[in-house]
């Protein structure tokens, strides 16, 4: 249920020193005072930020008289919001129907182990971060996975993995 | 002589299968070699088997070339652009010749998709040479009534294509009658269901029949805004939409007085979702729209009555709105010659799963699953045994091999225990566990229960618990019954239909699988070898040869063993994928 993604990200909503907070203001500026604004704002910070720092919650509400309470429901219910950092390459697994028929679950695994990390970390070296999607809308490329905007089809353990690690060797460089 | 046209098919499915480098590759040949002919992007076709798409229209006629790559498209470029002569090999589809995979195409009727893979989607003059816009225009030109209109799309039968099934007419009919100076129309592009993705089509493919299907329902009805909700996971419809948007403002076909006619003032924007399942329900959605939690609320007052900002609403789906023009332009009987009794029309459906020719097909309602499955898709994949297909996703059920005989359409297909849905068809055979799917789909509704109410957040989780332990072999006497007793509650106790339809998928497997569910509870063994922690890949020692094929293919690295000797899997390590099994040809990877 949806509820219980408050009590993971409960202590986790980071305070960072390195977040500039201004790049805000021509958020705030475009949707402040129209009605129905939540949603977009929130959605344009973590474009900003990659994530919705506590920070950005408190400097929103301060600007707009938006609630906290209000921003911190919408921010929990919805899957989109993070609340913590990501890695710079987010690796989006399709686990919908067609990808769960064609064995989607192989292609998580296969990255956990060659990452080292489990489904929802980031890496420590804060390159990737591997998430489970519902369904990119490929499904008949099944299994599917997204890799920042990048759609790959008819997948398989190794070449997932092999897609992976081409982008670890590229950032090396 | 015409220019030559040559058109990519660029919708998501079509570049995440490689579409770009080719237009690419062709743009940079023509460019070098300074070629007069028209390259445009297209949207899909439906034929997502044999994408990436690539089709050339000459002087002799029209050649569709399927799954391309840069190589072939080289090749193409030389000889067929360059000296007009068609590369055969490569052809799917052509209106000179017959080609194999023309059963794909007989028996579809394209209206919905009429567009698709046709017309340049970026350009509203594309869409206009195609009929365009003439709908809303010759409601206007020719003074149609409102009444008329609704009248219109009540006769023609068409029915909600978001799962419900509702008359659109009806409606539409009870939006109209209440009266207000600010009513909303809104477009339900969440298109939730996992494994379904007619909707992206249409908005990548043809994003202006479906504001022209919401610009006829705001002239019907009194709309002065309009909504489209779309989902964030489909971002390339969201710009091609957005370009839409901007084309049609410029035209002055949105806005105000648009076409022309003084006071008829309605714009319309798109409101990006942000992940939730739930919010495809209507009174979630419009909750969402307005910036909240989406929770759906209890019915009536119905939208008509009290929708978005509590004014009228009518909130229709994307292919349902993309029906419309044609509806209008052609008559009602151009719609309700096809279908069933009380199923009018065609209907898109997403092909998916072990099925050959996976991809979208559009037909008319009332053709039997055997038909699209065995003619249309092609059968099953490396011909293994068909054993059943889900209709209708989270809110759905499996419909078995057996009973495939049946013909689609709402009531035929409700009568199963699944529902048709938006329209998706996953389908599975011999290797898919039924008890795994069932799981699956519970973890999918437990995960996306809004949790308002408790049989929905509780029941769900506790249905989901019983499922996990019959997968994984520990299965008690006695939990078929509880896991349909909780159903029935859970059915009963819900106030949407995210809780009302979310026991479907287990119900549905119980009744038409009850044999597998036993055969894992009594026996400890999933029959199709699919359940991880009911099966193990050993070596078969005297088949070894020792050729590391199965090493090298293993994702986990699971597998060791020299040269010419025996290989091992460590059971520890091993995540019972199942590529070894299927890469190794002398059959020494044994399961059991
Ligand atoms: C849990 C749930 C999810 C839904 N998801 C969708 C969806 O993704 N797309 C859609 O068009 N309708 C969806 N619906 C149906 C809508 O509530 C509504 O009936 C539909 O948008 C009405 O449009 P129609 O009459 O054109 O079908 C969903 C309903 C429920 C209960
Ligand atoms: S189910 Fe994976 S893309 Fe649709």
Known sequence: MRIKRIVNEINSTTTDSTIEIEKLDPVIEKFRNKKGNLIPILQATQ???????????????EKTGLLLTDMYGVATFYAQFRLKPVGKHIIKVCHGTACHVQNAGIITESIMEALKISDGETTPDNLFTLESIACLGCCSLAPVMMIDKEV?????????????KEIQLKEKN | MEKIKVLVGMASCGIAAGASKVYDKIFELKKLENLDFELVKTGCTGMCFRE??????????????????EKKAVEIFEKHIKNSEPVKDYVVKSDLFETSDAPYFKGQVKTVLRNCGVIDPESICDYEKQNGYKAIKKILN????????????????LRGRGGGGFSTGMKWKFAYNNKSDEKFIICNADEGDPGAFMDRSVLE???????????????????????IYCRAEYPLAIIRLNIALSQAREKSYLGKNIFGKEGFNFDIHVKEGAGAFVCGEETALMASVEGERGMPRRRPPFPAVSGLWKKPTNINNVETFANVASIILNGAESFNKY?????????VFALTGKIKHGGLVEVPMGISINDIIFKLGGGIQDDKKFKAVQLGGPSGGCIPEYMSDILVDYDSVNATGAIMGSGGMVVMDETTCMVDMARFFLDFTQKESCGKCTFCRIGTKRMLEILIRITEGEGREGDIELLEELAYQIKDGSLCGLGQTAPNPVLTTIKYFRNEYEAHIKDKKCPSYNCKKLITYTVVEDKCTGCVVCAKNCPVNAITGERKKVHFINQEICIKCGVCFNKCKFEAIKLS
Do not use: R
């Not at chain 1, 790959?152 to 897609?163: H, M, P, R």
């Not at chain 2, 008329?148 to 006769?155: A, G, S, W």
């Not at chain 2, 043809?206 to 309009?226: Q, R």
């Open chain 2, 339 to 347: 279908g069933t009794e009380k199923s009018k029309g065609t209907k």
């Open chain 2, 52 to 69: 990436p798409l690539v089709e050339i229209i000459d002087h002799s006629g029209s050649f569709l070339y399927g799954e391309i790559d």
């Open chain 2, 142 to 157: 020719e003074n149609i009534t409102q009444e008329t209109v609704i009248q219109t799309i009540i006769d023609s039968g």
């Open chain 2, 205 to 227: 493919g043809d994003p202006h029949s479906v504001l022209e299907g919401m610009i006829i329902a705001a002239f019907a009805i009194g709309g002065t805004e309009g909504v």
């Open chain 1, 152 to 164: 790959y089809g008819k997948l398989t353990g190794k070449l997932s993995v092999n897609i992976v």
């Open chain 1, 47 to 61: 474009n900003t930020f990659g994530f919705i720092p506590k920070d950005a919650f408190e400097y929103i509400a």
